[in-house]
């Protein structure tokens, strides 16, 4: 237990000097592009009004003073980690004064909740369909499905997207193909909010089942074909045991620990959103919100979204690893 103990504690010392680093690298990243926030913003601002020179001047310093972004590079870098500690980066440049933070915390239940069900139902059925195909290797069924999803994979991700996009939305219009619930429903706790919620996913989330269901299925698929061939499972055929233990005691349980670490990392990647799907089905999430600070040079949105993404990734991958010595006991805690 003792050693369990340090194991974890040496696991959470390593995943804080990770956070770090990469908010630290992230923070140089942005600062470091040629693009100038305030000036984004002062164009951004000016374009469609006429403002006087004089007004125009004192916004660009009004901005320049409220951002620092005139301090050297070491002062800039040591005040936004003093906000950072606090859970406050500052307004929004592109949502002037609206806090970055809470423009994170209104996109990230949009992402969460479509990202989160399609990761867990790709992985589920995946790695089911997947063992099961590596085991029973004559399945026809099995086969089919393995054509397909090798068929699927070589072809990227946006043109599944268009061509559900095209067929849902415009051959057989059933579905709607943009935004995350109609215009014409109140947000709040509602059966017609929750419907309309559900409606607008539907398509998002099949092409990212679509197109994810492939990598799990074919990676868990190979892993069995090698489990499959050990000692322990020929014995335990040649000893009568029934084929569905087998595979669910001895195959599947051995091939799993490298999928639980991709499933990990395809969690804490939920918190960046997925900047293509949003894109193409106009939904609300990080992944949008993303490309909007990038394009208006909000370099605090930014530096909230990937400080959130950047964390949950290092926690979701600090939890699998804590739990590989419990799991596998071939895997020591030191």
């Known amino acids: 237990m003792t050693g369990y103990l340090s194991f974890v504690l040496k696991r959470i010392?390593?995943?804080?000097?990770?956070?770090?680093a990469g908010i630290s690298a992230s923070f140089f990243i942005t600062h470091l592009s040629p693009v100038n926030p305030v000036d984004q913003a002062v164009d951004r601002i000016t374009a469609r009004s006429g403002f006087r020179p004089d007004a125009i001047a004192e916004l660009r310093a009004a901005l320049t003073e409220l951002y620092g972004t005139d301090a050297p590079l070491i002062t800039q870098f040591f005040s936004f980690w003093g906000r950072l500690l606090q859970g406050d980066l500052g307004p929004s440049l592109i949502a002037f004064p609206t806090p970055a933070m809470d423009l994170v915390m209104r996109a990230l239940p949009w992402t969460a909740g479509l990202l989160a069900v399609t990761v867990i139902i790709t992985w589920v059925v995946g790695n089911l369909l997947g063992g099961l195909a590596g085991y029973y290797q004559n399945n026809r069924f099995l086969k089919a499905f393995g054509i397909l999803t090798m068929g699927l994979q070589p072809i990227p991700y946006y043109i599944v997207a268009f061509i559900l996009l095209i067929i849902f939305g415009f051959v057989w219009p059933v579905l709607p193909i943009s935004g995350g619930f109609a215009m014409n429903v109140r947000m709040g706790w509602s059966w017609e909010f929750a419907f309309s919620v559900l409606q607008h996913a539907i398509l998002p989330a099949t092409s990212l089942v679509l197109v994810g269901i492939g990598t799990w299925f074919l990676g868990m698929r190979a892993l069995v074909s090698n489990v499959v061939t050990e000692d322990y499972v020929t014995y335990a055929e040649l000893a009568g045991v029934r084929p569905g233990r087998i595979v669910s005691s001895y195959v599947l349980r051995n091939a799993m620990i490298p999928q639980l670490t991709g499933l990990a990392m395809s969690l804490g990647g939920i918190f960046s959103g997925t900047v293509i799907t949003e894109e193409v089905?106009?939904?609300?999430g990080l992944g949008s919100l993303l490309i909007d600070a990038v394009n208006g040079g909000d370099y605090g949105l930014v530096l909230a979204v990937s400080s959130v993404s950047i964390?949950?990734?290092?926690?979701a991958i600090l939890a699998v690893d804590l739990l590989y010595p419990v799991l596998d006991p071939r895997v020591k805690a030191e």
């Open 13 to 20: 010392l390593q995943l804080i000097g990770v956070i770090a």
């Open 281 to 284: 089905f106009n939904y609300p």
């Open 311 to 315: 964390a949950a990734v290092g926690i």
